[in-house]
């Protein structure tokens, strides 16, 4: 396929807008490190496929693997915030000075008062978590991304949070999905600098660091040639909501081990793993050799990744191959994949998350409705 670059053009009002990403603690991380993950993975199990039922709300996981956080600041004059910049969800949400509950004490908070910009609004939110839930209401302001300012910018300031906030190294959300799955059908960020004209590209890209904990960018309005070799491997969408697109099969040396004869996928940062329905996720595990505890995870000996297969994931006539080294990972009790199960309620059944998209730069084309993935350079 012929290989598209898009070239930053630096206008007054139209411009390529660079977040950095910082690659944090995670809320494993730190619940470990207190020695209270045992308890909180029985209370709060992990529940992926949450976040995508479709209710009218924003729904959320409590994904206690999300690692990569880029800072935005909200009012005049600016308040900053550290929100997940998520490509699986549609709306911007911070906690505000109205909440009371304890992961809203533990993160920075939008006071709306300070704000010469602010306007409130009588809409009520509600983003749906695994195990709780967020509540608030929306207001409009002007929203600084990279340096550059979304002016009435509509977002949802909470008033109730879940438990498991707390451990989390984001204060909110800035969700890059498509306006179509927003709560109450609120425009999102990268939907407000397009029609404003603030990016030069109706396009944002990704790069995503394995193991620094710089280095991982967002960008806004631009495909960066510097980050990726070879061709951009340019896929259409299935669907217009998330990042959705046909995933032909997966495969381990060369034998269909998941998604047999076909099926959809959605290319998501926000997810921390790489999720499948439950039977072909447990069929790719026994392949590994990897054993599921009791909490589900899957493990794996340390000492046989060196040995292991890579994973190919075949779409659009592309094969996208993980290696070992990628999707395992060492915790505090040892080696488990990036491989988790789940049955959604959705027009897709696999989540291409930051397992998957840490090992290609990641373009998500908003203008022709395609996501573009090439090799690291």
């Known amino acids: 396929m012929k290989q598209i670059v898009i070239l930053c053009v630096l206008v007054a009002l139209s411009q390529c807008i660079r977040v950095e990403l910082i690659k944090g603690k995670t809320a494993r991380q730190r619940l470990q490190e207190k020695g209270l993950w045992e308890e909180y993975r029985k209370k709060y199990p992990y529940v992926p496929w949450v976040k995508f039922d479709q209710t009218g709300q924003e729904p959320m996981t409590n994904d206690a693997d999300l690692s990569y956080y880029g800072v935005i600041s909200i009012g005049t004059p600016p308040q900053s915030f550290t929100v997940l910049m998520d490509t699986g969800s549609s709306n911007l949400w911070v906690p505000s000075v109205y909440c009371s509950s304890q992961a809203c004490q533990n993160h920075d908070q939008f006071n709306p008062q300070q704000s010469s910009t602010f306007q409130s609004t009588n809409q009520a939110v ?9 509540t608030g209401y929306m207001g409009y302001d002007t929203v600084t991304v990279g340096g550059i300012s979304v002016q009435n910018q509509i977002f949802g300031l909470s008033e ?8 989390m190294t984001a204060d909110g959300i800035l969700g890059l ?14 939907d407000n600098m397009m029609s404003q004209g603030l990016v030069s590209q109706d396009v944002f890209s990704v790069y995503l660091s394995s193991n620094e904990q710089q280095g991982s960018m967002l960008f806004l309005g631009e495909i960066d040639t510097s980050y990726y070799t070879g061709s951009i491997y340019w896929i259409p969408l299935s669907s217009e909501s998330y990042y959705q697109v ?3 099969s997966v495969t381990i040396n060369g034998q269909v081990v998941a998604c047999s004869g076909g099926c959809q996928a959605i290319v998501d940062t926000g997810t921390s793993y790489i999720i499948g329905p439950s039977s072909d996720v447990s069929n790719l595990n026994a392949y590994l050799g990897a054993q599921t505890d009791q909490y589900g995870d899957s493990v794996v000996s340390c000492s046989s990744v060196q040995s292991m297969p890579s994973v190919t994931f075949n ?8 290696p070992p080294s990628s999707f395992v990972s060492q915790g505090y009790s040892g080696c488990q994949t990036g491989f988790s199960g789940g049955n959604f309620g959705s027009s897709f059944s696999w989540i291409l998350g930051d397992v998957f998209i840490r090992n290609w730069y990641t373009i998500f084309d908003r203008a022709n409705n395609n996501v573009g993935l090439a090799e690291l350079a």
Not at 160 to 167: K, L, N, Q
Not at 315 to 322: E, H, K, L, P, V
């Open 126 to 134: 509600s983003v749906q978590y695994g195990t709780g839930s967020m």
């Open 160 to 167: 109730t949070e879940a438990p498991f906030m707390a451990s």
């Open 177 to 190: 999905a498509y306006q179509s799955i927003a709560s109450d059908g609120a425009t999102p960020v990268f």
């Open 246 to 248: 046909t995933m032909d």
């Open 315 to 322: 779409i659009n006539g592309y094969a996208f191959s993980i």
